[in-house]
C-alpha cells in the first residue's frame, strides 16, 4: 500500500501545480498492471482530461477503488473506451455503466466489435436492479438509455468528445484491438493497448506528446533479459518478425521493448509511458539501457496514480524511473591546478574551489569484450579497440557496410558527441610532441603520427559522423574530429586545399545506444533549461561577460538561480554535451546551440557579430607549464588569424583551451585568437558526487609506451606497441595505471593480473608504491 499512498500525494501535487495550467490535456494512469493481482497495481485503465472533459481508457480490476482516491465521480465521466475485451481491460465495465446511468450527464461508450453487444447484454441481465435504483430518484431506465450512445468501431474512425478530437487505429493483437490518438489545444497522447509492432502506429502517434505503450519484455531484477536476441540486432527487427510460421512456435502477443522502441522513435514522439507491467520488479537500468538504443526521447515508467502532461513535465520526471539516456562520462580529472601548479584540492574556502576534480560524475567504466570490442558500461555504446589505417570519409564509409566484427554488421561512424565521451582530461600533450594520449590506452589502442613520413606525433587526429554546417578556412568542407593525442576537438577540412584530393584520419566505428548525444530540453520557466537525456539543468542565459578561469570558477560557485545555490562550472564533456551542431553562425545566425537557451553575442576579432567561447572547470594540460590553460568550447566562431585574414578556422564547437589568466593573443599553426576572458553558462544536477581526497604529489610528465610504440613504423599494432616499455623512472609505473589520483595502484587499477600484482606489492598491502614499483622494464620473455 505504501506506493499507492506515495502516488497518491503525488497525483495531488500534480493538480496543484496544474491548477493555474489552463487547457491542459492529461492521461492519469489509473491502473499500470498486468492480468494477475497486484496490490500495487490495479489492472488497466487510464483517464483522459481536458476541461470538463473526462475519458476512461479501459477498466479493468482496481479501476474504481483508483478513480476513489483521486475523487473522480465516475458519474461525471464523459466516456467509455475499450482497447479491446479481454477481461483486464474490460473487468468493471458493467459497474462504471451502471455508474453512469445513475448519473444525470449524457456519455457515449466505444470499443472494438462486440462492445455493443457487452453492453446490451449487461442492461438486460441487470435491469431489475437499474430499474429498482433509478426508481429511487423517480427516474427510469427508458430515459436513461437516450443518454448515451454506443458504437462498435473497427479502427480507423474519427470523433469527437467534447473539445477532445479523438482518432483510432486497429493495432495487431490475440483479438481485435484498438488504439486511440487524443488531441486538445495542440496537445496529444497516444494510447496502443496491447499490441505486438505494427507498421502503421508511427504515423498514427506521430510527433505525439506521451505514447502510453504496453511494457512488453521489461527486463526484472532476478529474471532473464527476453530482449537480448532481438536487441542485438537491427532495430527494424520487430517489423520483419511478423509471427513468420517458420520456427516461430507460439505467436507473440506483445511488444518487446526493441518494438516499443523502435516504434516511438519512428513516431517522433516526445515521451514514452510503459504500462501495463506485469508481476515482479522491474530492471529500470537495464530496461532503460535497451529501450535507448533506439528511442532517444524521455521514458516513464508509470506507476498507479501518475499523471503526465506538457505542464508537469518536470515533476513526472523527478518521481519516475528516470534514467539518462545521454550520460556523461567523467573527464577522470582528479588533480587539482591553480593558474600555473598541481594544488592540493581545495575546499570551498579556498581558491580554485569547484573545478572539475572538485566533483565526480558517472566514473569511466570499459569491459574489453575479447572480440576486437570495447563496451562502455556507462553509455551502453560499443567500440573498436583498435582502429587500423587512416582512411578517407568515403572509404570509412564504403568500410562499414561491410564491417561484420564481432559478429554485428551495424556498425557506424560515432558522431561528435558519441567520440567525445571516450576523451579523458587525465592526458597531457607538449605543443607537438605527445605525452600521455587522453583516451584509456589499457583498453583502446591509439596510434601517433608518423614523424618518419613527415607527420607530427599529433597528427593522429579520429573523425567523427558529424560535419560542419559551416565553412573553416573560408571555404573547406570541414569534418569535426578529436584529437585523442592533443585533447582537443577541432573541424579539419575533408579534401586537401591545394592538391582536392580527400584528406585521411583515423576512424574508431562504434554501435548501440543510439539516443546518445541527442538532448531532449525543456524550459523550466525559472530561468533555468533541464535535459532530460543527461539529467542536468543549466543556467538558461549566461554570464553576459567574460571572466578568467578562477573568475568563472567563483561565478559559479556564488550563483543561486531557482532556488538552488548548488551551481558549478560545468566539465569539459558536459559543457560539450550541450552544443548544437546543426547551427552555426554561419548558417543560422546564432550560436551553435538550442535557441532555448540564451547566448550573449560579442563583436570578434575581426568586427564582426559572433559568440563567444565558454569555460569548463577542466584543465587542458599542455605546453611549458602544462597547468596554465583550462578548457573551453567554442559556440561561436573557432578563430584565428592565417595570412593575415581573420577566419572560422575549427567551427563552432569545437574544443580547444585558453591560458587561465593573461593578455588575449594569437598563437600557434592557424594563429587562434586567445582570448582567456571567456563567459560562463553554469550547470547543477547530475550524478555528482564531491570529491573528498587531497592530492598533493606534482604531476609528472611520462611517455605512454603503448602510443609511442606506433611511430617506429607509423603503424599500431599490439605487437609493435608490446616492443616498448615504461621507462626506468618508478613514478613512470605509478602514473601508467593510478586512476584516482592516490600516488599508488590498486589491485583493480592494475591490468596485468592478480599474480603478477602480488609479485610487486611487497607488503601485502593491496597496493603497489612507488618503492615497490618496478624501475625497469621487465625481461624479455621470448
Known amino acids: ?67 476513489s482516491k483521486l475523487g473522480v465521480d465516475i458519474r461525471h465521466l464523459s466516456s467509455l473506451l475499450i482497447t479491446h475485451h479481454h ?17 444525470r450527464n449524457n456519455f457515449t461508450i466505444v470499443g472494438p466489435p462486440n462492445t455493443k453487444k457487452l453492453t446490451e447484454t449487461n442492461l438486460d441481465l441487470y435491469e431489475a436492479d437499474i430499474t429498482y435504483r433509478l426508481g429511487k430518484t423517480k427516474r427510469n431506465l427508458a430515459d436513461r438509455i437516450k443518454a448515451f450512445d454506443v458504437t462498435d468501431i473497427q479502427g480507423g474512425e474519427s470523433f ?45 502517434a506521430s510527433n505525439a506528446d506521451y505514447m502510453i505503450i504496453d511494457s512488453g519484455g521489461m527486463v526484472m531484477i532476478g529474471g532473464r533479459n527476453k530482449n537480448k536476441k532481438s536487441n542485438d540486432q537491427s532495430i527494424n527487427k520487430g517489423s520483419n518478425n511478423k509471427n513468420k510460421k517458420s520456427g516461430n512456435k507460439k505467436n507473440r502477443a506483445h511488444l ?7 516504434l516511438a522513435q519512428k513516431a517522433n514522439v516526445k515521451n514514452l509511458v510503459y504500462t501495463h507491467f506485469t508481476a515482479g520488479e522491474v530492471d529500470a537500468e537495464a530496461s532503460l539501457k535497451e529501450i535507448h538504443k533506439n528511442y532517444s526521447g524521455n521514458v516513464i515508467f508509470s506507476e498507479d496514480l501518475m499523471a503526465v502532461n506538457t505542464a508537469v513535465k518536470e515533476s513526472i520526471v523527478k518521481t519516475s524511473q528516470k534514467i539518462a539516456s545521454y550520460p556523461i562520462v567523467d573527464t577522470g580529472q582528479r588533480k587539482s591546478y591553480s593558474n600555473n601548479a598541481v594544488i592540493p584540492l581545495p575546499d570551498n574556502a579556498n581558491d580554485f574551489y569547484g573545478q572539475d576534480a572538485s566533483y565526480s560524475t558517472n566514473p569511466p567504466s570499459y569491459t574489453d569484450n575479447n572480440n576486437g570490442t570495447i563496451t562502455d558500461n556507462v553509455t551502453g555504446l560499443i567500440w573498436q579497440k583498435q582502429m587500423g589505417d587512416k582512411l578517407s570519409y568515403d572509404e570509412a564509409l564504403l568500410k562499414i557496410n561491410t564491417l561484420k566484427l ?33 583516451i584509456d590506452t589499457s583498453f583502446f589502442n591509439q596510434p601517433l603520427g608518423n614523424t618518419k613520413a613527415g607527420e607530427r606525433e599529433i597528427d593522429a587526429q579520429t573523425w567523427s559522423s558529424t560535419e560542419y554546417v559551416g565553412k573553416t578556412m573560408k571555404s573547406d568542407d570541414t569534418v569535426f574530429g578529436v584529437n585523442f593525442v592533443d585533447g582537443r576537438i577541432k573541424g579539419y577540412p575533408k579534401f586537401n586545399p591545394r592538391t582536392k584530393t580527400p584528406n585521411k584520419m583515423y576512424f574508431r566505428f562504434v554501435r548501440g545506444n543510439k539516443a546518445y548525444g541527442k538532448n531532449n530540453f525543456i524550459d523550466n520557466k525559472d530561468g533555468t533549461t533541464t535535459d532530460l537525456a543527461t539529467g542536468l539543468t543549466w543556467q538558461q542565459t549566461d554570464s553576459n561577460k567574460g571572466l578568467n578561469w578562477q573568475q568563472a570558477l567563483q561565478y559559479s560557485e556564488d550563483l543561486t538561480l531557482a532556488g538552488h545555490s548548488d551551481w558549478r562550472l560545468p566539465d569539459a564533456k558536459e559543457l560539450q554535451s550541450i552544443v548544437d551542431y546543426t547551427r552555426s553562425p554561419e548558417t543560422s545566425n546564432s550560436a551553435a546551440i538550442d535557441p532555448i537557451f540564451y547566448t550573449s553575442s560579442i563583436k570578434n576579432e575581426s568586427g564582426e557579430k559572433d559568440y563567444p567561447y565558454y569555460w569548463s572547470s577542466t584543465t587542458h594540460l599542455d605546453g611549458p607549464v602544462p597547468e596554465s590553460a583550462a578548457v573551453y568550447v567554442a559556440f561561436g566562431k573557432a578563430l584565428g588569424e592565417m ?24 598563437r600557434g599553426p592557424q594563429g587562434d585568437f586567445i582570448r582567456v576572458e571567456n563567459y560562463v553558462r553554469s550547470v547543477r544536477d547530475g ?37 616498448i616499455k615504461s621507462s626506468t623512472q618508478s613514478n613512470k609505473f605509478i602514473n601508467r595505471f593510478d586512476k584516482d589520483g592516490d600516488a599508488k595502484v590498486s589491485a583493480s587499477e592494475f591490468k596485468a593480473g592478480t599474480k603478477r600484482f602480488n609479485h610487486f606489492d611487497k607488503n601485502k598491502d593491496g597496493y603497489i608504491t612507488a618503492d615497490e614499483a618496478p624501475t625497469g622494464p621487465p625481461k624479455n620473455t621470448k
Do not use: C
Open 160 to 204: 469527437k468528445v467534447g473539445d477532445i478530437q479523438v482518432t483510432t487505429l486497429q493495432v495487431p493483437h490475440t483479438i481485435h484491438t484498438v488504439a486511440y490518438r487524443f488531441d486538445y489545444n495542440g496537445q496529444s497522447i497516444a494510447i496502443t493497448g496491447d499490441l505486438t509492432y505494427s507498421e502503421a502506429l508511427p504515423t498514427f
Open 643 to 666: 595570412r593575415g585574414i581573420t577566419m572560422d578556422v575549427h567551427g563552432a564547437g569545437s574544443q580547444r583551451s585558453d591560458p587561465k589568466t593573461g593578455a588575449p593573443m594569437s
Open 1 to 67: 500500500m505504501k506506493k499507492i499512498i506515495f502516488g497518491f500525494f503525488m497525483f495531488s501535487s500534480l493538480l496543484a501545480a496544474t491548477a493555474h495550467a489552463a487547457d491542459q490535456l492529461t492521461a492519469t494512469i489509473i491502473g499500470s498492471g498486468s492480468p494477475i493481482y497486484n496490490e500495487n497495481r490495479a489492472s488497466a485503465s487510464t483517464l483522459i482530461s481536458a476541461g470538463n472533459t473526462h475519458i476512461l481508457v479501459d477498466m479493468g480490476n482496481g479501476t474504481q477503488a483508483n478513480l
Open 87 to 103: 477481461l483486464d481491460h474490460n473487468e468493471e465495465f458493467v459497474p462504471m455503466l451502471i455508474r453512469l446511468l445513475l448519473g
Open 406 to 438: 564481432a559478429g554485428y554488421g551495424d556498425w557506424r561512424i560515432p558522431t561528435i558527441k558519441e567520440l567525445y565521451s571516450l576523451i579523458q582530461f587525465t592526458g597531457s600533450v607538449k605543443g607537438e610532441k605527445a605525452l600521455t594520449p587522453f
Open 256 to 262: 518487446n521493448l526493441n518494438d516499443s522502441s523502435t
Open 687 to 723: 550524478n555528482v558526487v564531491l570529491a573528498a581526497q587531497t592530492y598533493e604529489q606534482p604531476l609528472t610528465e611520462y611517455i605512454n609506451e603503448y602510443a609511442r610504440a606506433s611511430n617506429l613504423t607509423g603503424s599500431t599494432t599490439q605487437k609493435q606497441n608490446n616492443k
